[in-house]
Every structure is written in structure tokens, then in C-alpha cells.
């Protein structure tokens, strides 16, 4: 078991290199962020579950399902206009990115799972 976790761990990792190297995405943000969701006793979180942003900011957040469970859905309070609203797939990162409209701490939740 701990060699699988092992192997999924460096697998995650690369697909995250891999992601942010990619010369076809945006240009570069002003703050980049990786969250990831896990799952525990049942629960599942984002964690990071909350994000500090200045307005004008454009963010990148790359975000990785790490649950057993399947699909579940990232967005945050305020930004969901603006494309922060999506599903991510077990193994498969996506990478929202945004620009800040409001300053402030703001909250992640799922908006399949309110």
C-alpha cells in the first residue's frame, strides 16, 4: 500500500510539472495556488479551503482530486462568473485561472455538494 501511494504521489507530482509547463497555457499569473481535494472519515475538502487575493490579480489555481470517490466540483464564493466553477476528475489537475475582481479571503466549496 505505502509503494502505491508512493507511485500515485509521483505520478500527481509530474502531472503537475507537466501542467505548468506547458507553453500553450495563459501567461504567467500574478499568484499561483494548488489545491487539493482529499478525503477523510468520509468528509471531503479542498484544501486549501480558502484563498487571499488582491483585485486585479490575475490567479492561477491548479487543482487536484486526490478522493476515491470520483468527480467533485471547485468554486469560490463570488468568482463563479468568472469561470471558478468547474469539476475535477480523479488523476486528472485542472487549472482554473481568473482575474481578481474583489480583495479579500474567499472561501472554496463545491458546488455539487453545497
Partial sequence: MR???A?????LSAAVVRAAQNPKEAPK???NFTSVNIEYKG???WTPSTFIVKKGETVAI???NQTPS???GFAIEGFEDQGV???VG??????VRFKAVKSGLHRVYCQLHP
Fill in 3 to 5: 509503494r502505491l501511494t
Fill in 7 to 11: 507511485v500515485l504521489a509521483v505520478i
Fill in 62 to 64: 491548479t487543482l487536484i
Fill in 90 to 95: 480523479a488523476e486528472e489537475p485542472v487549472t
Fill in 29 to 31: 499569473a500574478d499568484r
Fill in 70 to 72: 470520483g468527480r467533485h
Fill in 43 to 45: 468528509a471531503k475538502v
Fill in 85 to 87: 466553477k468547474v469539476e
